[in-house]
């Protein structure tokens, strides 16, 4: 059974940094593609960041630009997503979700979603 389950999310105060795990069970990294998608309150679903099967890297959004990294640990099944310096309107549950070999232009046609998980950066 394929499985995706997102794990590092919690209250952070503004500036402040996270680390959120995707740890995929029944999926080959190395064939698989994993996005993170977040969604606000009130606001639909967005992408965050991609990473390919060949490890490619798709941006979604210039929001993150320069505070949001992705990468992946083939060995331990986890894909990645390092946030530096959050700000308020980064609040929102934060979902990783598979696509086969390449990354999806957005966050529709995916196979596969975790549960999500919150972050919420709140002084």
């Known amino acids: 059974q394929i499985q995706l389950v997102e794990s590092g999310g919690g209250l952070v105060q503004p500036g402040g940094s996270l680390k959120l795990s995707c740890l995929v069970s029944?999926?080959?990294?190395?064939?698989?593609?994993i996005g993170w998608f977040r969604q606000a309150p009130g606001k639909g679903r967005e992408g965050v960041l991609c990473i390919s099967s060949g490890d490619e890297i798709t941006t979604y959004t210039d929001a993150v630009k320069g505070r949001f990294t992705i990468s992946k640990d083939k060995a331990k099944n986890t894909v990645y997503l390092e946030i530096d310096n959050l700000k308020p309107e980064d609040t929102a549950t934060y979902y990783c979700?598979?696509?086969?070999?390449?990354?999806?232009?957005?966050?529709?046609?995916?196979?596969?979603w975790g549960p999500g998980i919150q972050v919420t950066v709140s002084s």
């Open positions: 979700a598979a696509s086969f070999n390449l990354c999806r232009p957005d966050h529709y046609g995916l196979d596969y």
């Open positions: 029944n999926i080959n990294l190395g064939y698989w593609a």
